[in-house]
């Protein structure tokens, strides 16, 4: 059974609480408080402080190893998180690590930190003596004793565990070289960068963390060239999706630029803002967190696993090439280029961000409650660009659609990712992370 918390007032309110500080900023901030001059000092919880400082880490450049997918680290940070938490929370069954010995009065915080600390050092042992010094500052405020010793025991216990069971999740492989296509129709690489290698191609590979096996709700393929399905897509975003001379009205073309950044970032910091705005507290944010983040990393496993078996072409490559494809109802333009300028190196079907905005709304409704709030969201791309919404839903819509305006991707590209994006999110909710009843817990 799936539970909901209803989040008690809006992201404007929050803003408002807070002074002359925007929402976007409110949600983006890298501090561990929130200062109020009409309010008291909020601490911020440790499992929003330590996804905060892996955000950090994934955009610091050289950081993040180019051949792992960062939501990997997003989900084995989260998954010990959690699994720490719950060890003395014991109100929801584990991910993984279900220590039953774990005492009742060992400090959440403590563990919550030793946990991220652990998978954090062997993640990025590069920054370890940063991460070091997060760790410490982190536990300033717990109170010295047994149960700020037994929480860093039971975190660094798990961490080890979790660090030790995704060892050989096959992130570590070399990715395979790929042949691109000639055929119409066959992925290729795109201009103006015209990559010599895409990205990711092993991915299908690593061991999922809730799926069964990567490819267990492939898409159908995508329609056929000479379909009519096929000739309106392409036309649509010929049209909204160019550099120049597109039809799209401004704020459409804003939103293509807007959501052209690692989408996972996003949905994170959207939920960081949630977080806030529910007052969440540490065992609800550690289940909320990691039922996004195992979600959306099997949700880019999934997608990796369906973009290398259709091996689809990317719009830029179609419209130039519209000549070839056999559909009447379009014809080719050999200087077309997208709105954002480069397309991302790989195949175009499904689209990544549909996968992954319907997989993380889904998840953060079915766990927050379906009331509407206000919040905003801040670009990744474009500082200082703020978009809002009242709703979940209405965000995860226009970051699907923006990759339309970003001339990225083809409307059903994203209309198969969406479905993708919500069978994840629906086996996670129903198979992981779910209540135990009183019994359960009385006799742990």
């Known amino acids: 059974?799936?539970?909901?918390?209803?989040?008690?007032?809006?992201?404007?309110?929050?803003?408002?609480?807070?002074?002359?500080?925007?929402?976007?900023?409110?949600?983006?901030?890298?501090?561990?408080?929130?200062?109020?001059?009409?309010?008291?000092?909020?601490t911020v919880d440790p499992v929003v402080h330590w996804n905060r400082i892996l955000i950090g880490i994934v955009r610091t450049p050289g950081a993040q190893p180019a051949t792992v997918h960062p939501t990997r680290a997003f989900a084995m940070l989260h998954a010990a998180l959690y699994d720490a938490v719950n060890?003395?929370?014991?109100?929801?069954?584990?991910?993984?690590?279900?220590?039953?010995?774990?005492?009742?009065?060992?400090?959440?915080?403590?563990?919550?930190?030793?946990?991220?600390?652990?998978?954090?050092?062997?993640?990025?042992?590069?920054?370890?003596?940063?991460?070091?010094?997060?760790?410490?500052?982190?536990?300033?405020?717990?109170?010295?004793?047994?149960?700020?010793?037994?929480?860093?025991?039971?975190?660094?216990?798990?961490?080890?565990?979790?660090?030790?069971?995704?060892?050989?999740?096959?992130?570590?492989?070399?990715?395979?070289?790929?042949?691109?296509?000639?055929?119409?129709?066959?992925?290729?690489?795109?201009?103006?960068?015209?990559?010599?290698?895409?990205?990711?191609?092993?991915?299908?590979?690593?061991?999922?963390?809730?799926?069964?096996?990567?490819?267990?709700?492939?898409?159908?393929?995508?329609?056929?060239?000479?379909?009519?399905?096929?000739?309106?897509?392409?036309?649509?975003?010929?049209?909204?999706?160019?550099?120049?001379?597109?039809?799209?009205?401004?704020?459409?073309?804003?939103?293509?630029?807007?959501?052209?950044?690692?989408?996972?970032?996003?949905?994170?910091?959207?939920?960081q803002t949630a977080s806030l705005l529910g007052s969440l507290t540490t065992a609800q944010n550690a289940r909320l967190f990691t039922l996004l983040n195992l979600a959306v990393a099997d949700g880019v496993i999934a997608f990796y696993d369906a973009k290398y078996a259709y091996n689809f072409w990317r719009p830029v490559t179609a419209i130039r090439s519209a000549d070839t494809d056999g559909n009447p109802k379009t014809e080719a333009d050999p200087d077309w280029l997208p709105e954002v300028g480069k397309t991302a190196p790989d195949p175009s079907y499904p689209g990544a961000h549909a996968v992954i905005s319907a997989a993380a709304a889904a998840v953060l409704t079915d766990v927050l409650g379906t009331e509407p709030f206000k919040f905003s969201v801040t670009s990744e791309v474009m500082p200082g660009a703020e978009r809002s919404f009242e709703s979940l839903a209405a965000a995860a819509q226009e970051a699907t659609l923006s990759r339309i305006y970003a001339g990225q991707h083809f409307r059903f590209d994203l209309s198969a990712g969406q479905r993708l994006g919500h069978e994840v999110a629906d086996l996670v909710l129903d198979r992981f992370l779910t209540p135990r009843d009183g019994a359960d817990r009385e006799h742990d």
């Open 87 to 271: 060890a003395i929370d014991r109100t929801h069954a584990p991910y993984l690590i279900g220590l039953r010995s774990a005492p009742r009065g060992a400090s959440q915080q403590a563990a919550a930190a030793a946990a991220a600390h652990g998978v954090l050092v062997a993640l990025y042992p590069a920054r370890s003596a940063q991460i070091d010094a997060q760790f410490d500052q982190s536990l300033t405020d717990v109170p010295e004793g047994s149960g700020k010793k037994e929480g860093i025991a039971i975190g660094a216990e798990v961490a080890r565990r979790i660090v030790a069971l995704r060892a050989d999740d096959g992130s570590g492989a070399q990715p395979p070289k790929y042949v691109f296509g000639t055929m119409p129709g066959a992925y290729q690489s795109t201009p103006p960068n015209f990559p010599s290698q895409p990205q990711f191609t092993h991915w299908s590979h690593v061991r999922p963390f809730a799926l069964e096996r990567a490819d267990q709700f492939r898409p159908r393929s995508p329609p056929p060239l000479t379909s009519d399905a096929y000739g309106n897509a392409v036309n649509e975003l010929k049209s909204l999706g160019t550099a120049a001379g597109s039809t799209a009205t401004a704020d459409q073309a804003l939103t293509g630029r807007f959501w052209n950044g690692a989408i996972q970032n996003y949905w994170n910091e959207i939920a």
């Open 1 to 42: 059974m799936k539970s909901a918390l209803v989040l008690p007032m809006s992201l404007g309110l929050l803003a408002a609480a807070c002074g002359n500080s925007s929402a976007g900023e409110v949600a983006r901030t890298g501090a561990t408080r929130l200062v109020s001059s009409a309010s008291p000092i909020l």
